[in-house]
């Protein structure tokens, strides 16, 4: 500092070097009592920024140096602590740009406005771009005061930004981190026991019936808690007060009953996310502890919303461009992309009977198709690429042989119970066929998930190769056709 | 000697103090602590304030105007009236008129003369918007002592008692602006973080999206409507608006002009229609999130502000973003007015507020125009305080000549966030003299301080000379002193409708609405009780007046409901 009596951060806020974050918070506030920033602003300057640089050297200097064997011994530290430092050290390599961010605002020096700059530019975040930025901050640092602090800071970002880049830790191990700390989480919501008696004053029997299918539903086999608890906490929800329920009864209710099933959560990281948020519930509203963990747990939609926002530090929800992710109801989550290069033509039929049918309930709904009801087979063939083309060739030969015998047989009976038979046929995928087509893609997006981990590029290269099977498609198709007939000619020379 | 803090709403204002007890709302006169932001002028050319006024908004458009928070810091003139009694005001001295009558409501309340007050602004204000609001309350016979950025007064309102450590959000959507602050609160202190704003944005621009799909639904051109029709459209959207709040689906029907508009609306359909500006909602949260180097995680709580944050669609929003269930514990409407009484609290030393510190940021960008390549035409932004900076702040940084026996830097000072300078907005210029040398050899070291009251000083000093030119950019009025001064005295001539009479005046103007949108005999029937009230309150010898009023109230309350059929 320009001042002859040099101080180190720490002195400046009356304390011993310290990782705490919430120590330094405490000794600035100490010191905020006596420098008002009213009356004395340069002195709270010097202050603020002590505070500044002391936070910052608690998560970047400790964290490196010491804070390896220091986590063991201290397991009583503040929860916020201890997330933050995980995300620092776990979040692998595409948070290098949030550390830079965090890198930024702590220290006010040009090297870091040069950052900021570079990093608003959308410049990827690469030791060149670092290099370029901390020579450009270098050659005006002259009129920043003190120059040894000056020193002190580069070598600081310089640590800050590098060390996160190193650390490449594997995606399972950052899973398993999350994973603990929402257990941590859980348990400290189910130590307090929730207070039934105060519930049972509450409720009203008749509700209480009411409810009480609903209940069943919801819960499945693999119930968490208990089920009156269960009953109890919609109970609630529906008494609370309007904005509540309308917000809460609507998400919560329908997503609970699949959420919890164990059975249906398909890897660690996307359960971890839909209970690594715990919704805050006012006293006011009468909320326990116990309510608070239920309604914590989400709904696919509000997790992945989450998650996407972790990813790409935006809240945009852009599924195209990311994984394969799973709607409210546990159903692979479509986009136009996937319906575009999966159908070819004709994708925004389907993909609006998608949205259309996918926004309320759990199944898809059917929804009646024409050129499925006249082209039947042909059209099953077209569009079920994933080894339904081969149903389909079965069906279109039954169809032909069933016809061929309701046309030769001599009996009006038999011609019009083969007529029948087909004309059933064509209605049933008039119907269902835009459920099977949906369906098939959504199975097929999920087989292309649970293989091998691909871009969504490639994904969607593989859709098409699938989805407009070419003459694959043909050859199933064919084979299907073949079989039925083999089939049917045996059983037809067996009984004749 | 009280100060007062006043919430100075684009729909409505509010006028508050600190007591003993905490900070205080201070009635009006009708009994009521919101007084709408909208001023009229009454038959006998004298201005009608608050209530009284946005009654006549639909009989009397011409004569009346609201939502002037929007053209705050513009020239934008109001006409009001025509003919010789016609005024013609700024967008300051409309804001004066209610600043008016929210002090004489608190000298009535307070029983003593009321010259101080802090004005809570959007947290977004430009520099010359919070000048305008400063001018304002000049105008209006009150010094401004400070002004305070409205989510955190918020903040203080909420912070202060609800909760003991932790990093919460203020979402604060008023009628006409949305502002979004991070607070983190520990050990007494307050203190900002982050705060981001859209000064455009708010729930009236929720209500223009209804009536433009009014008018796409029903066909009909908005702008070819009689300036009174435009205004029951609008109040017709507005009250579908609020339907919406509580239900699924609103229905409506209402005589406007030649037309009969009927119809419903489904709750999803105005979400849809709300998409693009649900959407801009979210940039500022993104961007105090950010800045604040937090993810929405670390936010432990999301406190709602603002009468348009009661919109279900909009929680639910908040909601999903932060995966919290947002709060709103004070009524949204007051906490901004009671933050502000705080803030006085905290200004006066007041005891019981010893304690605790409240720091503040600035919220946007303070920069000068340079070059920073090697050409010379290319003038950007080089940000010296960088927005959301902790106030007060005073940083510098050095500039050089360009040219070979330059003799002259200029500086301009500009506000924003991007990087050409005709982007932003320009507060000022400042000259400095440097001597004749080669290009680079001359420098000059600009120095930005800005205060707690948002005031910015810039001192220039050249690096050879020592010499020093500085400007602070207070007070640097966009109404020059001796303008003031002026426009003071004529407002102070300006009479105000009275204030024990405000209550009449409220439901003259709510019948006279009342009769332009009913039709024959119910026409008549409002004229009739109208009359009678006129009568009764001129006939000074009748000391039933409160029971006359109570029941002309009453009628007009029954004909009101049997009017808009909501359900």
Redesign the interface.
């Known amino acids: 500092m320009e001042n002859e009596t040099y101080q180190t951060v720490w002195e400046r806020l009356g304390i011993e070097k310290t990782d705490d974050e ?1 120590a330094i ?2 000794a ?3 010191q ?2 006596t420098i ?3 009356e004395d ?2 002195h ?2 010097t202050l ?1 920024e002590a505070r500044d640089e002391a936070i910052y050297l608690a998560k970047y200097d400790f964290d490196y140096e010491y804070d390896w064997e220091e986590e063991d011994d201290d397991p009583d530290a503040p929860r ?1 602590e201890a997330t933050s430092h995980e ?1 620092d050290v776990s979040q692998p390599s595409d948070n290098q740009c949030d550390n830079l ?2 890198a ?3 220290v ?1 020096t040009p090297i870091n ?1 040069a950052l ?1 700059r570079a990093l608003e530019k959308g410049e990827p975040c690469s030791d060149e771009t670092y290099v370029l930025t901390l020579d450009e901050g270098g050659a ?1 640092t ?2 920043v005061a003190g120059q040894s602090a000056e020193l002190v800071r580069d070598d600081e970002v310089t640590r800050g930004i590098n060390d996160p880049l190193t650390l490449e830790e594997p995606l399972e191990e950052k899973d398993q981190s999350l994973s603990d700390d929402i257990d941590t989480a859980l348990d400290i919501g189910s130590d307090a026991s929730p207070d039934i008696s105060f519930y049972d004053t509450d409720i009203d029997d008749v509700t209480y019936e009411q409810i009480d299918d609903e209940v069943e539903n919801l819960m499945g086999p693999w119930s968490l808690w208990d089920r009156n608890e269960w009953k109890r906490f919609i109970n609630r929800v529906r008494e609370a007060s ?3 329920s ?3 009864e609507y998400e919560i209710l329908r997503a609970l009953g699949e959420n919890l099933t164990e059975g249906k959560i398909e890897s660690s990281y996307k359960r971890d996310a839909r209970l ?2 715990l ?4 006293e ?1 509203y009468g909320w326990t502890q116990n309510d608070r963990r239920v ?1 914590g747990i ?1 709904s696919h939609e ?1 997790s992945e ?2 998650m996407d ?2 990813r790409h ?3 945009g929800v852009s599924h195209g461009t990311s994984e394969t992710y799973y709607d409210a109801f546990g159903f692979p989550l479509l986009t136009a992309e996937h319906f575009k290069d999966y159908l070819g033509k004709n994708d925004s039929v389907y993909e609006k009977y998608y949205q259309t049918s996918r926004e309320d309930g759990r199944e898809l709904k059917p929804s009646w198709c024409w050129p499925g009801f006249i082209f039947s087979p042909l059209w099953l063939a077209h569009r079920c690429n994933d080894g339904l083309e081969a149903l389909a060739g079965m069906f279109y030969i039954l169809a032909l042989i069933i016809l061929h015998y309701g046309l030769t047989a001599p009996s009006l009976i038999a011609t019009l119970l083969a007529s029948l038979i087909i004309l059933s046929l064509h209605v049933l995928v008039g119907i269902y066929g835009r459920k099977l087509v949906v369906t098939t893609l959504a199975n097929t997006l999920q087989d292309l998930h649970n293989g091998e981990p691909l871009s969504e590029e490639e994904k969607l290269k593989k859709l098409a190769s699938i989805g407009r099977g070419g003459f694959k498609a043909l050859f199933d198709f064919i084979v299907g056709m073949a079989g039925i007939g083999l089939i049917a000619t045996l059983i037809y020379r067996l009984i004749l | 000697m009280t100060i007062v803090g006043i919430d100075l709403g684009t729909t409505n204002s509010l006028v508050s103090y600190w007591s003993d007890d905490g900070p205080k709302l201070i009635p009006n006169a009708l009994k009521s602590f919101l007084t709408p932001s909208v001023v009229g002028v009454d038959d006998q050319g004298d201005i009608l304030i608050g209530e009284a006024a946005k009654e006549r908004l639909i009989t009397h458009p011409h004569l009346t105007i609201a939502d002037f928070k929007r053209t705050m810091g513009s020239d934008k003139q109001v006409t009001l009236g025509d003919g010789a009694s016609s005024y013609q005001f700024r967008p300051e001295e409309l804001s004066a008129f209610v600043l008016r009558s929210l002090k004489a409501d608190a000298e009535q309340h307070l029983g003593e003369e009321v010259t101080e007050a802090i004005i809570s602004v959007p947290a977004y204000f430009n520099d010359i918007q919070r000048k305008a609001t400063i001018d304002a309350g000049k105008l209006a016979g009150l010094k401004v002592e400070s002004l305070i950025n409205e989510p955190t007064a918020a903040a203080l309102a909420y912070g202060l008692n609800e909760v003991e450590e932790s990093q919460f959000l203020i979402f604060d959507l008023g009628g006409g602006t949305f502002d979004v602050s991070i607070l983190d609160k ?4 307050m203190e900002v973080r982050a705060t981001a704003g859209d000064n455009f944005l708010g729930g009236n621009d929720f209500r223009d999206l209804l009536v433009e799909t009014l008018a796409t639904d029903h066909e009909f051109d908005l702008e070819s409507l009689s300036a009174s029709d435009k205004n029951k459209v609008l109040r017709l959207a507005e009250l579908v608006k609020k339907d919406l709040s ?1 239900r699924e689906v609103a229905t409506y029907s209402a005589q406007i002009g030649e037309m009969k508009l009927e119809g419903s609306f489904q709750r999803d359909r105005f979400e849809e229609l709300a998409n693009s500006l649900r959407r801009r909602l ?1 940039v500022p949260m ?1 961007r105090a999130i ?2 604040a ?1 937090l ?4 936010i ?2 999301v406190v709602m502000v603002g009468g348009a944050s009661r919109s ?1 669609m909009i ?2 929003m908040v ?3 932060f ?3 947002p ?1 709103s ?1 004070l009524n949204p409407d007051e906490i901004v007015a009671l933050g502000a009484a705080v803030q006085t609290g905290l200004k006066t030393r007041n005891e019981s507020l010893e ?1 605790v ?1 409240m ?1 503040d940021v600035c919220p946007y960008t303070l920069g000068t125009s340079a070059v920073v390549d090697d050409n010379y035409d290319n003038l950007v932004i080089v ?1 010296i305080i ?1 927005r959301n ?10 500039f050089f000549t360009i040219r070979d026996k330059q003799t002259q830097i200029n500086l301009d000072i500009y506000q924003g966030e991007n990087m050409r300078p005709e982007d932003n907005i320009l507060l000022g210029d400042l000259k400095v003299e440097v001597p004749a040398a080669a290009a680079g050899k001359e420098g000059v ?1 600009v120095r930005f ?1 800005y ?2 009251n948002g005031a910015l000083e810039v001192e220039v000093k050249a690096l050879s000379t020592e010499k020093v030119v500085r400007k602070i950019f207070k007070n640097q009025a966009n109404l020059s002193d001796e303008e003031l001064e002026k426009r003071f005295k004529a407002l102070s001539g300006i009479k105000l409708h009275p204030r024990e009479h405000a209550e009449n005046a409220v439901l003259i103007a709510k019948a006279e609405r009342i009769y332009a949108e009913s039709l024959k005999a119910q026409r008549d029937y409002v004229r009739s009780l109208i009359l009678d009230f006129e009568q009764a309150i001129t006939d000074q010898s009748n000391r039933e007046l409160d029971k006359v009023r109570e029941r002309f109230s009453e009628s007009l309350e029954t004909l009101e409901n049997n009017m808009f059929d909501m359900d």
Do not use: C, M, W
């Not at chain 1, 919704?279 to 006012?282: A, N, P, R, T």
């Open positions: 919430r918070k405490r600035y506030a100490k905020l009592k008002r920033p009213d602003p340069q709270f300057q603020r916020s995300e961010e965090t930024k605002t702590t006010d406005n900021e005006d002259s009129h309007f904005d509540i309308n917000y809460a690594n948020i919704y805050y519930l006012d006011e309604y989400l509000q919303i989450l926002y972790l530090g935006e809240s | 520990y050990d007494n202190v509580a979210r993104e950010n800045d180097t993810r929405p995680e670390n432990e709580n279900p929680r639910r909601g999903r973003l995966q919290k269930l709060l514990h304690d510190v720091t940000p960088e900076a902790v106030v007060p702040i005073s940083e510098s940084q050095h070291d301080t205060d707690i």
